[in-house]
């Protein structure tokens, strides 16, 4: 009897295994086969596991981490409140900065925590006193390399101009409005001219805009914009103090003549317009013009005083031309004070960083700053899978930013160069027009051909 009922719990044993087993595998395969039919909803379903996982661990990998506090009275670890959101692209956390665990505290243990989660980076940027937004991405989305269209239109709006896309996929916009100054840095060959196209690209379509193209490196790449520019030089010194004496002159006149013409003293409350443009100075390889030899020769001399003109032309463009809507681009590979006077480039409004090879280069293009935020530093695009790639700040938005600028199809560019080099003008005639009592200079360099 006792063999018997050892018999038959065997086999119920055994038939509830088998059963049990076969239930296993048959509901593996209903799962995978629903998967299969059902991709999304099986991605999403590994997101919600994932990120039960990751809010789960959380109070652990915050002590391990050692960020947030003891409790004095409890002596228990207290650590930081924090919401999770893990979508196809990454890992979101908000979280509180408390105590031990600030914004610095995060930026440095962004490396582990995106080890953790399974990212290869993760963005740490206060967003609002006490809370810290963690951005965690399973791959670089600015390491692709992106292209754009020019549309050949006018601009909606000359308040900004686009500058690429950020992290995110959203368009990034740069000001134009009230701005006087805006320094762009970076290595050569990382995007710099390529930035210029773009902004040329943008802009040629309106009469509203005229452009000044100063090529420092005297080379052929500003060849197919210089029909659409107003004046333009290339690294010849004496040539390029004589445009910029022509742009100052016509930033003098317009601030003698702006209140009787514009009835405002600021050209920005109207905007710019057909018969008072905005006029771009873009000044490329700028540090070459600002520097001065050593000696005591005729020959040292007569260059150290080309070069002090010239500065202070630019800086005086700089200090005054942003209410009468005059407005310099500096570019250079170091905006370090030895390559542009720091009275010219820390009065410049806006900044723009390609790949630079040291901090300090970092520091000289976009400020102090940078320095509190490590995971946004041009340093860190010193590869060629980031050519095209800036750091900028961005009004409104605390930090720094990451930005893919769009490559262009050169032949594109010099097309809409040709279609619109009728909208070339002089501002300084435009301007003698409107106020006859100026002696306003109107001659000046002939246009170069497209190339």
Not at 71 to 98: E, L
Not at 120 to 133: M, W
Not at 329 to 344: E, F, K, S
Not at 379 to 404: E, K
């Amino acid at each position: 009897m006792v063999d018997a009922l050892v018999g038959l719990y065997a086999l119920v044993v055994l038939v509830g295994g088998s059963s049990t087993l076969v239930g296993v595998l048959v509901g593996r395969w209903l799962r995978a086969r629903w998967d299969r039919r059902h991709p999304e909803r099986a991605a999403a379903r590994r997101r919600a596991r994932h990120q039960r996982r990751i809010a789960a661990d959380w109070p652990l990998l915050t002590q391990t981490l050692g960020l947030g506090y003891r409790d004095q009275w409890t002596r228990q670890h207290a650590y930081p409140p924090a919401r999770f959101v893990v979508d196809h692209q990454g890992v979101s956390a908000t979280v509180a900065a408390v105590p031990g665990a600030g914004l610095a505290d995060y930026q440095r243990a962004a490396g582990y925590l995106a080890d953790t989660w399974g990212c290869v980076a993760i963005r740490a940027e206060q967003v609002a006193p006490g809370l810290v937004e963690l951005r965690g991405r399973y791959r670089d989305p600015l390491l692709a390399p992106a292209r754009a269209e020019l549309s050949g239109r006018p601009p909606a709006s000359l308040t900004s101009w686009w500058l690429g896309w950020g992290e995110d996929g959203r368009p990034v916009t740069v000001r134009l409005a009230e701005v006087s100054g805006t320094v762009v840095a970076g290595l050569a060959g990382f995007g710099k001219t390529m930035l210029v196209a773009h902004l040329v690209g943008q802009l040629a379509p309106t009469p509203a805009v005229q452009f000044v193209l100063v090529d420092g490196k005297g080379g052929p790449d500003y060849h197919h914009l210089r029909p659409r520019a107003w004046l333009s030089a290339k690294d010849d010194l004496n040539d390029v103090r004589e445009v910029l004496r022509r742009v100052h002159r016509l930033m003098a006149d317009r601030q003698a003549a702006i209140a009787s013409v514009l009835g405002v003293t600021d050209a920005w409350h109207l905007g710019p317009s057909r018969s008072w443009p905005l006029v771009v100075v873009v000044i490329d390889e700028a540090h070459s013009f600002f520097h001065e030899r050593k000696g005591t020769a005729a020959e040292v001399k007569a260059h150290n005083a080309l070069v002090a003109e010239t500065s202070r032309l630019v800086e005086e463009l700089v200090r005054k031309g942003r209410n009468v809507a005059v407005q310099v681009m500096l570019l250079t590979q170091r905006a370090t004070g030895d390559a542009i006077p720091t009275r010219i480039r820390d009065n410049c409004q806006v900044a723009i960083s390609f790949a630079t090879r040291t901090l300090d280069g970092a520091v000289a293009a976009l400020g102090e700053e940078i320095r509190q935020h490590p995971d946004a530093s041009p340093v860190l695009l010193n590869d060629p899978s980031y050519v095209g790639v800036a750091v900028t700040s961005l009004p409104g938005r605390p930090g720094f930013h990451r930005v893919r600028t769009p490559q262009l199809d050169h032949a594109q560019v010099a097309a809409v160069i040709r279609q619109t080099a009728g909208l070339r003008a002089d501002p300084a005639a435009l301007l003698a027009e409107q106020a006859p009592d100026l002696r306003v200079v109107t001659e000046g360099p002939a246009p170069g051909e497209v190339a």
